[in-house]
């Protein structure tokens, strides 16, 4: 514990791979919603990754890329392969990497979490619902298949490989939040006999599988990290303990970086729903999670969720629990936060959560995302970020724009 006494936030990280991370500062993974009618990535997405790198980050991870574009989560999704351009992605990593920064792209498929407007017939682990009303906006999943899942995890792959043949620095797995991965973890999602079902040593076979793949074709020298559930915070869902156990696993098997949030859609843990106030002093809404599976495993950790103070920061990276803090919603609206974090560790962000006044048309218009959204949209017209945007104008554009789809649950 005595060599995280001199961290501070601009002392750099190195991987056991070699690659070196410039500071403790990493961008967790948004939404963006700016792919093209092709799902290949656009300008805006260029210049919001250019505009974050500049801002200071250190490690930048993108948000969610599709590696099935026939199992997307969102309309405007971006998807990697093999009938993806390329050069598009090219030019992204090329943006996103300025000033020293490492750009990882996130690979993920849905499984269920795919909206009926979107997909008819989803598929999971097994043909088990969404619960907590999401059952209304998402279709009852079809059980995967063994030849299905196989093709599955040769796609994660695939993707992989053409990441890091467009210059991006690492890719990280989505294994959090309730899609595939972490669907195939959860007790309650996965009730399969076979193989990939029943004990943890077969719900968590998937996920080994897809980091082999990944690693086989990206090899040992490009970073390969994971998004993980601490727990999903819900009845009968994958646990602490079980967590944990994943995490010794997927350092023997030679991860490079871990990223510890928790909650799922029925669940959602990862936004700040009821989180204790003994956590929100804390503002890291998984730091005693951190902090007891760090005293087992020598692994880089990230803790996302919660951090808003340069003072909160450096207490938990001295504390030993976590090696990189992770940032997201104060980026979308202030990309240079880190670059003032490094002036003045005592810098705090003052965002305060989006809101018409009314919970019921919050809840429904899921505000708390769309807002952001909007953010970084504007950001990728090259605008500023607004922080006093109203609330209710977020909710009347998006109406405008696509109706009643855009409020259908969405990823956080």
């Known amino acids: 514990m005595n ?20 500071n403790r500062l990493f961008k967790s993974a948004m939404s963006e ?13 260029f210049r919001l990754y250019e505009t974050w790198a500049k801002g200071g980050i250190g490690l930048s991870v993108t948000g969610n890329v599709m590696v099935d574009r026939t199992a997307l989560g969102e309309p405007k999704n971006v998807v990697l392969d093999e009938k993806s351009h390329l050069s598009l992605f090219e030019q992204w990593a090329e943006a996103g990497k300025k000033n020293d920064t490492q750009l ?4 993920n498929h849905p499984g269920k979490q795919t909206p009926k407007f979107l997909t008819r017939e989803p598929v999971a682990p097994s043909a088990i619902p969404l619960g907590s009303g999401l059952e ?27 990441a890091r043949r467009a210059g991006f620095s690492g890719v990280q797995i989505h294994g959090a939040h309730g899609y595939l991965v972490s669907q195939f973890l959860s007790p309650h999602h996965n009730q399969r006999t076979d193989r990939w079902g029943g004990s943890l040593e077969n719900r968590m076979r998937f996920v080994l599988e897809v980091y082999r793949a990944i690693r086989k074709t990206v090899s040992d020298d490009f970073p390969v990290g994971i998004k993980l559930n601490s727990a999903d915070f819900m009845k009968s869902g994958f646990s602490q303990e079980e967590s944990i156990e994943v995490v010794k696993m997927l350092q023997k098997e030679g991860i490079d970086l871990i990223e510890i949030s928790g909650g799922t859609y029925e669940s959602p843990s990862m936004t700040g729903y009821k989180i204790k106030e003994s956590t929100l002093k804390r503002e ?3 730091l005693e999670y951190a902090e007891q599976v760090k005293k087992e495993i020598d692994l880089p950790f990230v803790v996302t ?19 990189m803090i992770g940032l997201a919603r104060p980026l979308a609206v202030e990309p240079e936060f880190p670059n003032r974090l490094m002036e003045n560790n005592a810098y705090a962000s003052d965002l305060k959560d989006p809101t018409t006044g009314f919970p019921s048309v919050d809840r429904m218009s899921m505000i708390s995302i769309l807002w952001y959204e909007f953010q970084l949209e504007k950001m990728a017209k090259g605008e500023y970020p607004d922080p006093d945007l109203n609330a209710w104008s977020v909710v009347f554009k998006t109406f405008g724009r696509v109706g009643l789809h855009a409020f259908l649950k969405r990823r956080a």
């Open 3 to 22: 060599n995280h006494e001199n961290i501070g936030l601009s002392t750099s990280l190195t991987l056991k791979n070699g690659m070196k991370i410039k």
């Open 33 to 45: 919603q700016l792919g093209d009618n092709f799902h290949n990535p656009t300008p805006g997405l």
């Open 104 to 107: 990882w792209i996130q690979l």
């Open 136 to 162: 209304k906006t998402f279709n009852t999943p079809r059980e995967l298949t063994e030849s299905e899942i196989q093709c599955i995890i040769e796609k994660f792959a695939t993707s992989a490989g053409l």
């Open 284 to 286: 890291a809404y998984f």
């Open 305 to 323: 969720g919660g951090f808003r103070s340069g003072s909160a920061m450096l207490a938990a990276l001295k504390s030993g629990a976590t090696d």
